[in-house]
């Protein structure tokens, strides 16, 4: 079992900055990718950056250069600094890791 716990979310007007964080404990294996998801009201969860456990980065086109993926592999963490938010960044966003899910957190943009 992998327990996945994020954090960092909130309320932010359009412009602003937030930064999640997610804390991977419990049988974490230190060589698997880490990700992060979101779910907005009314559509799919889709995905929305991955970080390999030596530091590949890849993101989905909408987030790509506002958004910046990275983790402490000695922390078992993993990091999601989005910049330029708009309200259509507004979701839940998820951590994944393996076959695990956080439970979520809330990011709202709005003025």
């Known amino acids: 079992q992998v327990q996945l716990v994020e954090s960092g979310g909130g309320l932010v007007q359009p412009g602003g900055s937030l930064k999640l964080s997610c804390v991977a404990s419990?049988?974490?294996?230190?060589?698997?990718?880490m990700d992060w998801f979101r779910q907005a009201p009314g559509k799919q969860r889709e995905f929305v950056a991955r970080?390999?456990?030596?530091?590949?980065?890849d993101y989905i086109g909408s987030v790509r250069g506002r958004f910046t993926i990275s983790r402490d592999n000695a922390k078992n963490t993993v990091y999601l600094q989005m910049n330029s938010l708009t309200p259509d960044d507004t979701a839940v966003y998820y951590c994944?890791?393996?076959?695990?899910w956080g439970q979520g957190i809330q990011v709202t943009v709005s003025s």
């Open positions: 994944h890791m393996q076959r695990y």
């Open positions: 419990g049988d974490v294996f230190t060589g698997a990718a």
């Open positions: 970080v390999t456990e030596g530091g590949h980065t």
